[in-house]
């Protein structure tokens, strides 16, 4: 007899949709509660039914969220003139478009004509709305959300506490999104690889590397980031190494190339770089640079410089000065920009300057490579501790350490002369220089032409200029600069040429350096 019922009441409902959303009393049908149910539900040929249908496929379709948008309020704008009265589905659907489009009015409005219908939203249409708003940053509105699901008996689950960590990210709250982590587990609800990665993002995003890493490492109790997204490493990595949390940093590094085989991007590498040498491990340092090799990027200096600096803060002059030897073999030829941690390290300290040159010798006795350049920084060292006779004594020990000197070499000696204004010298190491066939650079020349400037007679400094202009070469301002301080000195009326000529070459002249001349 049930079967029977339930076969007539199929037919009937396939002649006439209309009937399917219509209540029947006991006069319609033999009364039970299967049949009852089966009546009241809203079948698939009910033309509501259709509608909602047409709805659900167009949310499916890949459209833009503009012309889903349009889409999909056509189809409202038919089920309004069909004389139909929307149900939740319809308003889900609406919801849905609106929040794709990033439409708060559109979510707010279609959210009050559900109360005015007496429609109850379900728990998808909340957290649509709390989607819709997270996105849009409208936090405020997510509020006025959870305090009507309250009123309404709906617990907030995964997803709703998820797109509330999504407004916090998106309007970079991390207190309200370290808030909300807490609030979950004290519901018991526990996070979600997506909470962790959009928090840490919001981390990296905002410099907060001491937060990332505390939210990492609680990701990492539950297994998530090994399992599923490595990649929080990297994010954490990258704002450790911009904060220079050399702790943070190894770690990460550790976790995320040692471990799981991923590779950090150039910038990363040189903050990390830069995080191990101020931190002096040089281990961390060689590891980051044998991944830039293995991610394809040429050597360059800098990629050595940090690993130089991790041995000289460790006070390791003999391995710093290695480095330089590691250069040359892997093809980059060092600098005297690459020996500045050496230098910052003697920083006008005579016994350390001593101690450094001591190193030199001491690579010499076990037959092992001195550097030229690794040679110019004590020199440097001694120049920069206004200190002649020992950047002399020194220079002249460049044969038995077997040291062929370069222009950097006579350059530092030189620059030691201007800084106690010995000309004498200056004009004889220009000779030594010019018979052992070394070419002046330019930064001989302005170093000439300053201590040109040290003396009374400084005529040898347009002399320098001119031969300067003379491999046509232009001057550099530091040129202009130092000789025009002189000139205004001295009262010496060529200051005004001296100007004009900086002008000619593109050199702004300062209302400072003008009036040097008063």
């Not at 559109?106 to 819709?132: D, I």
């Not at 041995?311 to 330089?324: C, G, P, T, Y």
């Not at 030594?432 to 400037?453: D, F, H, Q, R, V």
């Not at 530091?478 to 301080?485: G, K, P, Q």
């Amino acid at each position: 007899m049930h079967r029977l019922s339930h076969l007539r009441c199929c037919r009937v409902i396939a002649r006439r949709p209309e009937l399917a959303t219509r209540r029947f009393n006991s006069t319609d049908v033999a009364s039970n509660d299967f049949t009852s149910k089966l009546i009241t539900y809203n079948h698939p040929t009910a033309p509501l039914a259709t509608f909602n249908k047409r709805l659900s496929d167009k949310l499916r379709f890949r459209s833009s969220p503009k012309r889903l948008l349009e889409e999909v309020l056509a189809i409202t704008d038919e089920i309004k003139a069909k004389g139909l009265q929307f149900d939740l589905n319809t308003y889900n659907a609406l919801l849905a478009a609106y929040m794709r489009a990033r439409n708060d009015k559109g979510v707010l409005s279609t959210l009050r004509e559900m109360k005015e219908n007496g429609v109850q939203p379900a728990l998808e249409s909340y957290n649509t709305m709390l989607e819709a708003f997270a996105v849009t940053g409208q936090v405020e509105y997510q509020t006025e959300v959870i305090e009507d699901m309250k009123k309404n008996n709906f617990a907030l689950t995964i997803s709703s506490y998820t797109q509330l960590l999504r407004g916090a990210c998106t309007t970079q709250a991390i207190e309200r999104a370290m808030d909300i982590l807490e609030q979950m587990k004290a519901e018991n609800i526990v996070p979600n690889e997506t909470c962790y990665t959009m928090v840490i993002g919001l981390c990296h995003h905002i410099h907060d590397s001491e937060s990332g890493f505390k939210l990492l490492k609680e990701a990492e109790e539950t297994g998530m980031v090994a399992s599923s997204n490595p990649r929080m490493y990297l994010d954490v990595l990258r704002t450790a190494a911009f904060n220079d949390a050399y702790d943070q940093a190894a770690y990460c590094w550790q976790k995320a190339v040692n471990t799981y085989g991923m590779r950090p991007d150039e910038g990363t590498c040189l903050s990390v770089l830069r995080t191990a040498a101020k931190s002096g491990d040089a281990k961390l340092a060689t590891d980051v640079i044998r991944q830039l090799s293995t991610s394809g990027f040429p050597y360059k200096e800098h990629y050595f410089a940090p690993l130089m600096e991790a041995f000289v803060v460790k006070n390791d002059l003999k391995s710093a000065f290695n480095v330089l030897d590691i250069m040359r073999v892997s093809g980059v030829a060092p600098t005297s920009r690459t020996t500045l941690p050496i230098r910052r390290l003697l920083n006008n300290n005579i016994q350390a300057i001593d101690d450094a040159y001591y190193v030199l010798e001491e690579l010499k006795k076990e037959g092992r490579n001195v550097d030229t350049t690794a040679f110019n920084a004590v020199i440097e060292s001694c120049a920069d501790a206004k200190d002649l006779q020992r950047t002399i004594a020194t220079y002249r020990e460049a044969q038995n350490l077997n040291v062929v000197p370069d222009v950097d070499t006579y350059n530092a000696v030189l620059e030691a002369c201007v800084q106690t204004a010995n000309k004498g010298m200056g004009n004889a190491i220009i000779n030594e220089m010019k018979k052992a066939g070394i070419m002046p650079n330019i930064e001989t020349y302005t170093k000439m032409i300053g201590l040109s400037c040290t003396q009374r007679n400084y005529e040898d400094a347009f002399s320098y200029l001119e031969e300067m202009k003379g491999y046509g070469v232009i001057p550099p301002q530091t040129c202009y600069d130092i000789l025009a301080r002189k000139l205004a000195a001295a009262g010496d009326p060529r200051f005004h040429i001296a100007l004009e000529e900086m002008e000619t070459f593109g050199y702004p002249v300062t209302a400072k350096t003008r009036a040097l001349w008063n």
